[in-house]
């Protein structure tokens, strides 16, 4: 629920149409709220792309510096899971299959998300991680 109060923020941010470059104080401060993603619930993308937005990046540089700082944390966990599987039970063909499948789903995802954020829709994600936290809220009650 607090990752749907970020969330809903952006959607009273004063949007800048002119081009604000990420500079070194972006970078160090987006880059160091992207750890609160190891909490539950807290979304890395939502994080880093609302925190983008509420500095004052226009929405297509605050996705894109987004997923640029997303491709060193994911290769680095691939890279670390890969390590820890033991080959001998599972089928190196089922790997690169589970791969490629979740690749393609995360594109065409993606996709969708980048129309949405370019499109100035980021904040209705607020009301999905409300309703979720509500459900959870009541069902471990």
């Known amino acids: 629920m607090i990752n749907g109060l970020l969330l809903i923020s952006t ?24 750890v609160a993603a190891i909490l539950p619930a807290i979304s890395r993308s939502g994080i880093t792309i609302s925190l983008g937005l509420l500095m004052g990046l226009n929405h297509r540089d605050a996705f894109d510096f987004s997923f640029l700082l997303a491709i060193p944390i994911t290769l680095g966990a691939a890279a670390f899971e890969l390590v820890k599987m033991d080959f001998s039970t599972i089928s190196v063909v089922a790997v690169l299959l589970a791969i490629l499948s979740g690749g393609a789903v995360s594109f065409l995802m993606l996709t969708f998300l980048r129309k949405l954020v370019l499109g100035k829709y980021f904040y209705i994600f607020a009301f999905y991680c409300w309703t979720i936290g509500i459900l959870v809220v009541l069902f471990l009650r």
């Open 11 to 34: 959607r009273f941010v004063q949007h800048r149409n002119a081009f604000q470059e990420i500079n070194w104080r972006h970078a160090l401060i987006i880059g160091i709220f992207q």
